[in-house]
């Protein structure tokens, strides 16, 4: 049975594995993304390389495979417009520093392997239809929660490999300021770094929170998963922020059940622990603002691939671009 390797580059974390055919995960690390663009070998893709060569490392070391050889392809998926056609990455909101590399062409010549490069969240959606929830469904959206947040669709039976920005849709016009240089996306309302940017504002502002003695007192080190571990506690701006979140996601939604007419929408990331803090709300604003005929049906799922998600959908895409060749090949 073949074996590739599946990265997931995000915003804050790089999540890597190995897995089979069958999407059985061998082995998996995950490490801070890079954020560096400078010259010498400190350039980030010779960054994401070094890291791609000691997982290899540890996974012979550990005996999960051979080396290389044992290796048929690498998947990756990264945040950002993608050049498929030439393998580059066109713009990378969350990661500036990666923009404008042709990362397909240098991972294929460091490694002489096969290398697919896709958006992050179109690498998920992947993975959930390959193996996950939705497997059996025939259209439906995946929006990943993460320092960003990411979408990608499954229209139809098949990727589509459109741009799927569903972070970068205006839902506030004039509203905050957006990594991508617009004001009021998604994004900047419903991500790990819209979470953290409404509490620390707040508290900025004087509202009493419990979240004001976290991190030794120094409320810019925060983290969205601070704010969950308060909410938890019961803190009432650590609540509403998350409550926030639900809001703009149904909102989002919404438009995009009555663009599309799908089955399901299934969320996943790094924020999907969550879950319980903004379902609610989402749920509301889905069925108060959707077409009631279009909503009857429509699914709203917890992604099944709440691990490893991106790096497997990114394996998956590799494992069908191989197949598609061989296909060619024979033909």
């Excluded at 993304?33 to 996974?59: C, M, Q, W, Y």
């Excluded at 098949?158 to 300021?177: A, D, F, Q, W």
């Amino acid at each position: 049975m073949k074996i590739a390797v599946g990265i997931d580059i995000g915003g804050t974390n790089t999540k890597t594995i190995l897995a089979r055919e069958n999407g059985e995960v061998l082995f998996s690390h995950k490490s801070f993304t890079p954020s560096v663009k400078v010259k010498g070998d400190e350039r980030i893709e010779n960054l994401l390389i070094n890291n791609l060569k000691d997982f290899i490392h540890n996974a012979t070391a550990k005996k999960v495979i051979s080396g290389t050889s044992e290796i048929s392809g690498i998947g990756i998926g990264i945040a950002g417009l993608i050049d498929r056609k030439n393998g580059v990455i066109i713009q990378s909101p969350n990661i500036s520093a990666i923009s404008g590399v042709a990362l397909r062409g240098i991972f294929e010549k460091e490694f002489s392997l096969p290398v697919t490069l896709e958006n992050d969240a179109n690498a998920y959606a992947f993975g959930e239809k390959w193996i996950g929830v939705g497997k059996d469904l025939d259209s439906f959206i995946v929006l990943t929660l993460g320092t960003g947040l990411g979408g990608g669709l499954i229209y139809k039976g098949k990727l589509y490999e459109g741009p799927m920005e569903v972070g970068h849709m205006t839902i506030v016009p004039s509203g905050r300021y957006c990594t991508c240089g617009s004001t009021g996306c998604l994004e900047s309302y419903a991500s790990g770094r819209a979470i953290v940017d409404r509490a620390v504002s707040s508290l900025e502002k004087g509202t009493e929170s419990l979240l004001s003695k976290c991190c030794d007192g120094n409320i810019y080190k925060i983290t969205p998963e601070v704010v969950y571990e308060k909410a938890l506690d019961g803190d009432s701006l650590s609540r509403e922020v998350f409550r926030e979140v639900g809001q703009f996601l149904g909102i989002g939604i919404a438009n995009l059940i009555n663009i599309l007419g799908i089955d399901a929408v299934i969320i996943g990331g790094g924020l999907i622990g969550g879950w319980d803090m903004f379902i609610e709300e989402l749920s509301k604003e889905v069925h108060k603002r959707a077409f009631k005929l279009l909503t009857t049906d429509v699914k709203i799922l917890k992604s099944a691939l709440t691990k490893d998600g991106g790096s497997v959908g990114a394996a998956g895409l590799l494992f069908s671009h191989l197949a598609g060749s061989t296909e060619q090949t024979t033909s």
